[in-house]
């Protein structure tokens, strides 16, 4: 015996390359009069094949959203903060536009803080460090919210928990892509969302019963991760996820497809 389950879908974002000259040419000619460059173009190669494949909750952007921030940052040179860190907004708003006229209630995915490589030679505390880097995410964020983006996924590879610890909450989630068991505990102590790998879910696992976990998205899902995570979670708590960094027009589809599942139940 076995039922069918069908989980919702969920983009943790996208890393498309950087195009050729005749591609970036072609969306130039077909976007004259509207404000736009690489970092834009991006943006929409991440999400339209989601929408395509039909991703229930998409998400734009990705760790290249580093390059906008790097441009809006003021008090920043060669990656070094040697002023009192400021933001301007204006391009970000302009991207968190255009992200929710593709899809009205996208996510949006960046880089999370210590992603950028900054080094502080101004604060000189790491109290007020930590608290000027939260302040301008807390920021570019609020803008790209009011611009018509739903929220926001912070890509990085490990945890920094004084980043968890300032930024996270309902509309912002934190997705590293190699926590280890106690970056999963620093992220379970702050967010009620969490995204896992078929590499990392028994990390996760290890810990998961001490803490209130309302969703796990189960990124680039196969069978055996979805068995394991059955074990502890109802079948509306967990989502088929995906966070495409090559051939995103088949991978997205490939996401869908994953989301459909037949569970043995005797």
């Known amino acids: 015996m076995s039922r069918r389950l069908k989980f919702s879908t969920r983009g943790l974002g996208a890393e498309p390359g950087i ?44 760790t290249f959203m580093e390059n906008r921030i790097m441009e809006c940052l003021r008090g920043v040179k060669d990656r070094k903060v040697t002023d009192e860190l400021s933001l301007n907004t204006g391009p970000l708003a302009e991207d968190g536009y255009g992200m929710a006229a593709m ?20 604060y000189d505390d790491a109290y007020e460090w930590v608290d000027a880097l939260a302040r301008v995410y807390r920021t570019a964020m609020r803008e790209m919210r009011d611009a018509g983006v739903a929220g926001h996924i912070l890509i990085s590879d490990a945890v920094n928990e004084n ?39 028994r990390q996760a696992l290890e810990h998961i019963e001490e803490y209130e ?24 708590q967990l989502r088929a996820g995906g966070y495409c960094t090559d051939a995103c027009t088949e991978y997205w589809k490939t996401i869908v497809q994953s989301a459909e599942f037949s569970q043995r139940t005797g």
């Not at 690489?38 to 734009?60: H, V």
């Not at 899809?103 to 101004?122: E, I, M, Q, T």
């Open 19 to 62: 195009p050729g000259i005749a591609s970036l040419s072609a969306w130039v000619a077909e976007h004259r009069g509207t404000l736009g460059d690489l970092t834009t173009y991006r943006i929409q190669e991440s999400l339209s094949p989601q929408l395509a494949a039909g991703i229930e909750m998409p998400t734009a952007g990705g």
């Open 103 to 122: 899809k009205r209630n996208v996510w949006s995915a960046l880089p999370a803080p210590h992603f950028l490589g900054l080094s502080d030679a101004y």
């Open 213 to 236: 976990i309302d969703q796990m998205i189960l990124v680039d899902p196969d069978p055996d991760t979805i068995n394991t995570a059955l074990l502890h979670f109802d079948a509306d």
């Open 163 to 201: 980043e968890v610890t300032a930024l996270s909450r309902r509309e912002v989630v934190f997705f590293p892509r190699d926590p280890g068991s106690e970056g999963f505990k620093a992220l379970f102590d702050r967010q009620r969302i969490v995204a896992v790998s078929r590499n990392t879910i």
